[in-house]
């Protein structure tokens, strides 16, 4: 992954759905079919690898017992 960025998707059909990423360089926004499909397919891998929410918490309170 290149960085954090975010899907906005809206309600009203006049509103474009698009990605913004927030770089060194400034912000940008992101509207073509190709960028939508490509930033959806990152977040759909992010959703499949990543713990759910009890096994994150219990990750959370294992590393901050290690901390202590």
Same mark, same amino acid.
């Given at each position: 992954?290149?960085?954090? #960025?975010?899907?906005?998707? #809206?309600?009203?059909? @006049?509103?474009?759905?698009?990605?913004?990423?927030?770089?060194?360089?400034?912000?940008? #926004?992101?509207?073509?079919? @190709?960028?939508?499909?490509?930033?959806?397919?990152?977040?759909?891998?992010?959703?499949?690898?990543?713990?759910?929410?009890?096994?994150?918490?219990?990750?959370?309170?294992?590393?901050?017992? @290690?901390?202590?």
């Amino acid at each position: 992954m290149t960085g954090n #960025f975010v899907h906005m998707d #809206f309600p009203d059909p @006049a509103d474009p759905e698009l990605v913004y990423v927030d770089t060194p360089a400034g912000d940008v #926004f992101l509207e073509s079919e @190709a960028e939508m499909r490509r930033y959806k397919s990152m977040f759909e891998h992010l959703q499949a690898v990543a713990l759910g929410p009890n096994d994150s918490a219990g990750l959370l309170a294992r590393v901050a017992e @290690a901390r202590d």
